[in-house]
């Protein structure tokens, strides 16, 4: 009886390898999500605005046009017009813009909305478009954006202008809204 009663011990080591690969994978994961949220955001440096209407919950379905210091669209991180190849030949910028147009509405991601304009009903893209330009821009580089969004054939009725609140070179703040 005195073996039973004997206890067995034994050193057991824990293999840590799988909890570190889950670890690993879940950082990966994470990284990969916070990444993709920002996908269509180039690196800028926004104007400063001296009043502002926070962007709290933009919708999911707003297409992102980024302008980039030199001039050049950049859409879904691709260059649709260069300045230095395309010049004063702004039809990418147009074609850009039809493409978005077909390609939301064709997966429904874009709606349409009939306006009576001049006595005639036309169909308007009732969802908003986001132009973010660089602080140094020169500002035709946007016009030009905005005149083709008003075109008939591409009709985005709702355009959207990125703002800062702070000027990343400076430092400065915007004042409350409301105060001098």
Excluded at 31 to 37: F, G, P, R, T
Excluded at 85 to 95: D, L, M, T
Aim: proline fraction near 6%; aromatic fraction near 6%.
């Amino acid at each position: 009886m005195s073996d039973v009663s004997k206890l067995v011990q034994q050193n057991v080591e824990m293999d840590m390898t799988p909890m570190i690969d889950c670890v690993f994978l879940l950082m990966i994961f994470f990284v990969l999500v916070i990444d993709l949220s920002q996908k269509n955001l180039e690196d800028l440096i926004l104007p400063r605005a001296v009043f502002q209407e926070p962007d709290d919950k933009p919708p999911e379905n707003r297409p992102i046009i980024n302008v980039l210091q030199n001039g050049s669209v950049v859409y879904n991180q691709a260059v649709a017009y260069d300045p230095k190849v395309h010049g004063k030949n702004y039809a990418p910028i147009k074609e850009l813009l039809l493409n978005i147009r077909k390609v939301g509405l064709a997966t429904k991601k874009l709606h349409l909305k009939e306006e009576n304009i001049g006595g005639k009903m036309v169909p308007l893209i009732d969802d908003p478009i986001l132009i973010r330009a660089d602080k140094w821009t020169e500002w035709h580089f946007v016009g030009e954006i905005m005149k083709q969004c008003s075109q008939p054939e591409i009709a985005f009725w709702k355009v959207e202008l990125a703002m800062s609140e702070n000027d990343k070179e400076t430092g400065e703040k915007n004042k409350a809204k409301g105060t001098n």
